[in-house]
């Protein structure tokens, strides 16, 4: 069953401590898997999408990379700003895109 | 670019009423997709229209049905309005090209079924 899961589900953080957003999946035919933030009751913003291993993506503070089975949504020195949920989502060779849970950051000043 | 926009912002319907929510795409974006997000979760799938057509469907009752004008604008309508149905309704326009794909989220429509 085609299936993707973020860890850790809540994540809380100092301002300036770096750390690590995970996005496992196991889908058939991925096409490509996308990053988003989700601020409360606003639609996802676009991040990133990554196509293939071994790829990696930058935007300020963050970075994305990805693996066969995972993809790391890296946050060096977070500000409080960067306080959200960050969405993942692998697209399949029919199209379609399935999502994360997300996880929610918070990021104390 | 006013990218996607959405109408409305928030809706409060009865149980067993209709309602359509409304989605303009960014420029130059020809695929609309609508989702359902409850608090919480990841944004569930409802289906995709391009070219006017429905390409893909999620795993929702033919009570969500959906429309997409010449335009490229859509309409996503939900009949016999149950009170699982109050979520927040996204609708994400997107643009494949040789190089890559964008997928773009307006800011939703609030709907609470009561």
């Known amino acids: 069953e085609d299936q993707v899961t973020q860890s850790p589900e809540a994540l809380r953080l100092q301002e300036g401590e770096s750390s690590s957003l995970n996005c496992s999946y196991t889908?058939?035919?991925?096409?490509?898997l996308f990053w988003y933030r989700q601020d409360p009751g606003k639609g996802p913003e676009f991040l990133f999408t990554?196509?293939?291993?071994?790829e990696e993506k930058e935007k300020e503070r963050l970075k994305a990379t990805l693996t066969k089975k995972e993809s790391f949504l890296h946050i060096t020195a977070p500000k409080p700003e960067d306080s959200a949920t960050y969405l993942c989502?692998?697209?399949?060779?029919?199209?379609?895109?399935?999502w994360g849970a997300g996880t929610k950051l918070i990021i104390k000043p | 670019d006013a990218g996607v926009t959405q109408s409305p912002t928030h809706l409060i319907k009865t149980r067993g009423q209709q309602v359509t929510l409304r989605c303009s795409p960014k420029?130059?974006?020809?695929?609309v997709s609508w989702y359902q997000q409850a608090l919480g979760q990841g944004p569930q799938f409802i289906f995709q229209?391009?070219?006017?057509?429905?390409?893909q469907r999620g795993n929702f009752p033919d009570r969500f049905s959906g429309h997409q004008f010449p335009n490229y604008s859509s309409e996503l309508n939900v009949n016999a309005l149950l009170l699982g149905d109050s979520a927040l309704y996204l609708c994400?326009?997107?643009?494949?090209?040789?190089?890559?794909?964008?997928?773009?989220f307006g800011p939703g429509t609030r709907l609470t079924v009561t």
């Open positions: 994400a326009s997107s643009f494949r090209t040789g190089e890559g794909y964008e997928q773009y």
């Open positions: 420029s130059g974006h020809d695929t």
């Open positions: 229209y391009y070219e006017e057509e429905e390409r």
């Open positions: 889908v058939s035919g991925l096409r490509g």
């Open positions: 990554l196509y293939s291993a071994g």
């Open positions: 989502a692998v697209e399949k060779s029919n199209y379609q895109l399935i």
